[in-house]
Nanobody
């Protein structure tokens, strides 16, 4: 079955960095775009970054220049490198893949940016 497992979250000070990883299984990873989303307390889930199967990327304006999405098809992983973190980046981060009419999500990883 399809599984997405995020890791790499934690507590970091403002200005710090974290690298999130999403490990995928149960589908032909290299054929699908992968997306990172985040959801802060009391807010709707929002798109953070997308990478196509051709490795084109797209970012939310709020993270452009600070976050980088990448993929490793051999390892079946998608990563989100987050630099210059701000308190407003605090959220649960999820990866998602759309397969047919179904969106599959991971369980999420908590990122907290605080001094």
């Amino acid at each position: 079955q399809v599984q997405l497992v995020e890791s790499g979250g934690g507590l970091v000070q403002p200005g710090g960095s974290l690298r999130l990883t999403c490990a995928a299984s149960g589908f032909t990873f290299s054929m699908y775009a992968m997306t990172w989303y985040r959801q802060a307390p009391g807010k709707e889930r929002e798109l953070v970054a997308t990478i196509t199967r051709g490795t084109s990327t797209n970012y939310a304006d709020s993270v452009k220049g600070r976050f980088t999405i990448s993929r490793d098809n051999a390892k079946r992983t998608v990563a989100l490198q987050m630099n210059s973190l701000k308190p407003e980046d605090t959220a649960v981060y999820y990866c998602k893949v759309p397969l047919g009419l179904t969106n599959y999500w991971g369980q999420g990883t908590q990122v907290t940016v605080s001094s």
